[in-house]
């Protein structure tokens, strides 16, 4: 099938592409690296009166460092990240995540911003930015915002963001020494979703775990953050840490959707073992 006709808009500045997409509200959507929004065009599951093409709006796309932290323009392209000497020298974990995404081909032309303002809960990225406390700034009608990642998603393949806003960067903290970062997931196949899958970082002092982050993926609506289990390694000994009973608190409590990959149960299962296993490595790339 092919999609249903629409107007093409070509902005070439990020103020443009706000002013063309506020004229259309929500009959029309951004166009990023259309590895998501094409294939549900081309099979008609949505269709919208015109589509914004943000791929040449030159200004979103970029990876720098910003006071602490690495900010990432929407349209840098995955394959970018995962390539980027800062990204990798200071958010090593969202470079291991991208390589997760898909296959090459799709991380070529698919963005970090698209990923994350799709926000499907099977996807590593917006599972990073839930791990990792990521700052979103968003361009709308009267101006930029900054929000909070735990108050970006709302709903399975739903943010807050308006109809008229535009996910223009992502700032990702940098986390001090001594700390270390593993994502693990369970695919069927190599590229596919994972069915279920985890980011982990920790900080460590004196053998001890001075800062814990989990957050579960396919595991949820939402990338979820399994807060228990973080609070009860903050504080704990690195020596003689029961990686299996962290891996159960991070679970506990979370009802994981039966479909046709998995079932409940059997994700739970699998994110327990996860947990157990990214936070191993983690905690050995924190006290190397
Ligand atoms: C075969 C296949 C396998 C895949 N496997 C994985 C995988 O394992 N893990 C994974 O995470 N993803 C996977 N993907 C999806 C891929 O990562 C997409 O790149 C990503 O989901 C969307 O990014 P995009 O740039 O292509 O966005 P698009 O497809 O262009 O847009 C996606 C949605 O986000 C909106 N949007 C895009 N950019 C913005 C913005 N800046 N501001 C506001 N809204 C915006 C669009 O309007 C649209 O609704 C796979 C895709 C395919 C085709």
Do not use: C
């Not at 549900?40 to 269709?47: H, S």
């Not at 930015?129 to 709308?140: H, M, P, Q, S």
């Not at 396919?218 to 000994?237: C, W």
């Amino acid at each position: 099938m092919k999609p249903a006709p629409f107007t093409y808009e070509a902005p070439t500045t990020l103020g443009e592409a706000v002013d063309v997409l506020g004229r259309y509200g929500d009959e029309a959507k951004v166009l990023a690296g259309g590895q998501s929004l094409v294939p549900v065009l081309a099979l008609r599951l949505a269709r919208f009166e015109a589509l914004v093409d943000l791929n040449r709006v030159d200004e979103l796309a970029y990876v720098r460092e910003d006071d602490g932290a690495v900010v990432v323009g929407a349209m840098t392209r995955q394959a970018t990240v995962e390539a980027d000497p800062l990204v990798r020298r200071a958010v090593p974990v969202l470079a291991e995540a991208t390589r997760l995404i898909g296959h090459f081909q799709i991380r070529n032309r698919g963005t970090l911003g698209g990923s994350i303002a799709h926000g499907d809960p099977a996807a590593e990225y917006p599972a990073v930015v839930t791990a990792l406390d990521a700052t979103v700034t968003v361009a709308g009608p009267s101006g930029t915002r900054q929000l909070a990642a735990a108050d970006l998603y709302d709903g399975p393949m739903t943010t807050t963001l308006a109809d008229d806003e535009i996910l223009a960067a992502v700032s990702f903290p940098v986390w001090g020494p001594r700390s270390g970062f593993a994502v693990r997931e369970m695919a069927r196949r190599e590229g596919d979703f994972a069915t279920a899958g985890t980011v982990v970082g920790v900080t460590v002092a004196d053998g001890r775990i001075t800062r814990a982050a989990i957050s579960l993926f396919g595991m949820g609506p939402v990338p979820l953050r399994a807060r228990d289990a973080e609070s009860h390694l903050v504080g704990a000994a690195t020596a003689g840490l029961d990686l299996t009973a962290v891996g159960a608190a991070a679970v506990a409590g979370v009802d994981p959707p039966s479909d046709v990959h998995a079932s409940g149960r059997y994700r739970t299962r699998v994110a327990s073992r996860l947990v157990a296993r990214a936070l191993e490595s983690a905690l050995q790339e924190a006290t190397a």
